[in-house]
């Protein structure tokens, strides 16, 4: 077996293994086949997809802006999916599929149009479109702060619940949609593993291999806005996964994005699901939100790749 077949085997098994231990994380019987079902199947499921999705949009992005700390809330997408949101549970919006799918992807909807507008007239360079992603992305943030302070207050605890990632509202319908979009979201994303290939050398240098830069740059953002608006909406905001995963696979076996992608996806969707089983764990019989585990795991790393960067010096 090759070397890649077999990390592709190792990651595989390890994604297989973390599904097994989130379905028996907890006191499980015979009688308790039907809640496990019901509610952990769900729950296992969107986690991968999630998790898949968060990795395969961060790989796809830190391409697009030729910067290893680029994530898939540095657009803004996440802001304006949990804007959204909160406008939902304010106003008693039941989602379409998991939980607040509806309102937030309407939010994200509009946010991404927003940034494909200026995807299409911005042909500087990627670096006006990476801060208009972040001016959006306070926007959304302050936009959420002022509507939840003149909403309900008795509603304010499980809107700062679902913002910090919440799988717990997972159903299988809603879960099997998500992970099959996630699934077809990211082969799209994968296709155009050559064109970000030659992005990594610069737009001067993918325009001279032939690359439609403004063209990639429009479909790269169209298709990761869909899939961190469909993760978001599925499960709130849960960080730093789309910014660890593709640097650790990036390590791993280098940057060409025909590996990168499908290995950052199964790694990602790895990751969450075992996240989500420290969730249930650590405080138990409480749970934590996903997110506050993948926040705790991925700052330190977050600090440790940004110091490296700039404590050590570049070899000439």
């Given at each position: ?5 077999r ?14 231990l ?11 086949l039907q ?8 729950r296992?499921?969107l ?34 999916s949990?804007?959204?949101?909160v ?38 360079g ?49 879960s ?13 994303i ?12 610069g ?8 690359i ?19 993760c978001?909406?599925?499960a709130?905001?849960i ?8 640097h650790?696979?990036?390590k ?18 790895t ?46």
């Amino acid at each position: 077996m090759k070397p890649i077949k077999r990390i592709y085997f190792y990651f595989i098994l390890t994604w297989a293994i973390a599904l097994i231990l989130n379905l028996k994380t907890g006191p499980i019987s015979d009688a308790d086949l039907q809640l496990l079902l019901a509610l952990r199947l769900p729950r296992a499921l969107l986690a991968s997809a999630v998790g898949m999705g968060l990795a395969v949009a961060g790989a796809a992005l830190q391409a697009l802006f030729t910067n290893p700390l680029c994530e898939p809330y540095t657009l803004g997408i996440s802001s304006g999916s949990a804007l959204g949101a909160v406008i939902g549970l304010s106003w008693g919006v039941e989602g379409i599929f998991v939980g607040l799918a509806g309102p937030a992807f309407l939010g994200a909807s509009v946010f991404s149009s927003i940034l494909f507008f200026i995807a299409h007239r911005a042909r500087q360079g990627s670096s006006t479109l990476l801060l208009s992603g972040v001016m959006l992305g306070f926007l959304g943030s302050s936009l959420v702060a002022v509507w939840m302070a003149l909403s309900d207050p008795n509603g304010i605890q499980g809107i700062l619940y679902w913002l910090l990632g919440d799988l717990s509202r997972a159903r299988l319908q809603g879960s099997l949609i998500t992970l099959i979009t996630t699934l077809v979201l990211s082969f799209f994303i994968w296709r155009h593993s050559r064109a970000m290939d030659a992005l990594l050398i610069g737009e001067e240098g993918a325009l001279s291999l032939g690359i439609s830069v403004v063209t990639i740059r429009q479909r790269t953002i169209i298709l990761t806005s869909l899939l961190v608006a469909v993760c978001v909406s599925s499960a709130g905001m849960i960080g730093f996964v789309g910014l660890v995963i593709p640097h650790f696979i990036r390590k791993l076996v280098g940057s060409l994005h025909i590996r990168l992608i499908p290995l950052a996806a199964l790694l990602g969707a790895t990751t969450l699901t075992l996240a989500d089983c420290l969730s249930r764990i650590i405080a138990r019989p409480y749970e934590l939100p996903v997110g506050v585990i993948t926040a705790l795991l991925g700052a330190p790393i977050y600090l440790w790749i940004l110091l490296r960067g700039i404590l050590l010096p570049k070899e000439k």
